[in-house]
């Protein structure tokens, strides 16, 4: 295992972290097959992990419980334990010592190594702001009840740099894959955070599993390649080679993925990759951008629609499943997350959408296309 020491604060942490949100269960997300699930976290920090990432909310709220009983038996003494503020629950000062004590009672220990304002956009950064979570935190601080003090983030880049510049954070931590360079915080964020000191942490470095299992297409590229590597070693090695990056977690699912990345992070060095195969990592991006049915520049022009529907947004959705092909999260974003109006099943056909795009997409044509793929049958 190789370790990145920490600007500003006092660790030094393995460059691959557990990220607990992706256990083993039993059928339901909430059922965690315990004995596999502990089998796997203790197994990687017997392996030279040392960086334990967790949340109140992964697993119905149960993972936070399964972390607490994994780092027992001497386990906890030598890990950093991260977990977060669920930021939606917290409407009143008082929430915020409320959750963090339940925190503390689930995971069993008297402090909290790293603690993050949990996925932090415009709003609730804003709501959580003006409820004083910073005094907060540097109170909690104090008490040493949190060793320090960060954030996760899903928004835009202006709002990440909005909140890099609003506080001297401990550490950060984002959405980062070669997939995802322009994307949230994307490059352009991880060397602004890293640029003001802040240690940057990154979530989805397997953009949740889809760089994992890519389609044949650009399998076959992989396999072309003069220098054989997984779609698994090429994704990690390439984040590994950023001096940027503190620590890479990982949302292992299996006792064989944690065994495989271990094996993986022993080389993972700074400079890993020569500039051909940062060459070819870029050519790994521009064909999965290039499975893109639907050839919608996101520019916005055709919005708003008189009745409320997203159009960019289905259309993200839609070439998402086809770049990764995989539907699972697009269709669960359709069907769970986007409101009915906002859906391409609520097109109405009155055709001005179509009078403003720049690309003279058919729109009205492709919502059903795009509702006929997404809508839960
Ligand atoms: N704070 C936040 O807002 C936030 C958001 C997202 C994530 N996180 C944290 O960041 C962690 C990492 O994110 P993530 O779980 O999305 O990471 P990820 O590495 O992008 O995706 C994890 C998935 O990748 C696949 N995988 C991992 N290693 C593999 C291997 N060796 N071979 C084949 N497949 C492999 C598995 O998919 P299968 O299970 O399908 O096999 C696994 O579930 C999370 O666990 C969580 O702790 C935080
Ligand atoms: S055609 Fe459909 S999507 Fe376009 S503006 Fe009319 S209702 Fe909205
Ligand atoms: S105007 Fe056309 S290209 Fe722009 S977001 Fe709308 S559909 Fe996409």
Not at 67 to 85: C, E, I, P, S
Not at 134 to 155: A, P, Q, V
Not at 255 to 280: H, M, P, R
Not at 334 to 360: D, H, I, L
Request: proline residues 3%; contains cysteine.
């Amino acid at each position: 295992m190789k370790y990145r020491k920490m600007n500003k604060i006092d660790a030094t942490i393995s460059s691959l972290g557990f990220g607990a949100m992706r256990l083993p269960t039993l059928g339901s997300d909430s059922q965690i097959d315990e004995p596999k699930a502990i089998e796997m976290i203790r197994y990687a920090i017997d392996h030279g992990v040392n960086y334990v990432d967790t949340a109140y909310g992964y697993h119905g709220g149960q993972s936070e419980i399964l972390v607490g009983k994994a780092l027992k038996d001497g386990y906890r003494d030598k890990t950093y334990l991260a977990t977060k503020l669920p930021v939606w629950f917290v409407n009143k000062k008082e929430d915020m010592d409320q959750l963090l004590n339940e925190q503390l009672k689930k995971l069993d220990t008297d402090h909290i190594d790293f603690y993050l304002l949990h996925a932090l956009n415009k709003e609730s950064w804003q709501k959580v702001y003006n409820l004083g979570v910073l005094e907060w935190g540097e109170r909690m601080k104090e008490k040493n009840l949190i060793r320090f003090f960060g954030f996760s983030f899903h928004d835009d880049l202006d709002t990440f740099k909005k909140i890099i510049d609003a506080y001297d954070w401990d550490f950060c931590q984002i959405q980062y894959n070669y997939m995802d360079v322009d994307y949230q915080a994307g490059r352009e964020g991880l060397l602004y955070a890293y640029n003001k000191g802040i240690n940057v942490v990154i979530m989805e470095p397997l953009r949740g599993g889809r760089l994992a299992r890519p389609p044949k297409d650009v399998m076959d590229l992989i396999n072309s390649y003069k220098i054989k590597r997984s779609p698994v070693e090429w994704a990690l090695l390439w984040l590994w080679n950023h001096k940027e990056i503190s620590t890479i977690l990982s949302g292992m699912s299996t006792l064989e993925q944690v065994k495989e990345n271990i094996e993986i992070a022993d080389k993972a060095e700074v400079g890993i990759l020569s500039q051909e195969e940062l060459e070819f990592v870029e050519k790994l991006r521009l064909a999965f951008l290039g499975r893109k049915a639907i050839d919608c520049t996101q520019c916005g022009y055709c919005m708003p629609c008189p009745y409320g529907v997203n159009i960019p947004r289905n259309f993200f959705l839609y070439n998402e499943g086809i770049r990764y092909d995989d539907w699972g999260a697009p269709r669960w974003e359709y069907n769970y997350s986007m409101r009915e109006e906002e859906r391409a099943g609520n097109c109405q056909e009155c055709g001005v959408c179509e009078t403003k795009c720049p690309q003279q997409l058919p729109i009205r044509e492709l919502l059903k296309k795009v509702h006929e793929a997404l809508a839960q049958k």
